[in-house]
């Protein structure tokens, strides 16, 4: 299952740039996981300053 990004991301691109296959993008108002290509390795809730990436 695909990880999820809060309202609580401050879009400073930590998670996009751990990202092994460029699930994460910038989204309208925070970056967003696409689920059909994120393999939910949690590289990117590691790295999440302010713990805004959870399982969805």
Known sequence: MA???SDACISCGSC??????SAIA???S???I???TC??????E???PVGA???A
């Open 39 to 44: 393999i939910d390795c949690g590289a990117c």
């Open 3 to 5: 990880r999820k990004i």
């Open 53 to 55: 990436i959870s399982e």
């Open 16 to 21: 996009a740039s751990q990202c092994p296959v």
């Open 30 to 32: 925070h970056y967003e």
């Open 26 to 28: 910038q989204g309208d």
């Open 46 to 48: 590691a790295q999440c």
């Open 34 to 36: 696409n689920a059909d």
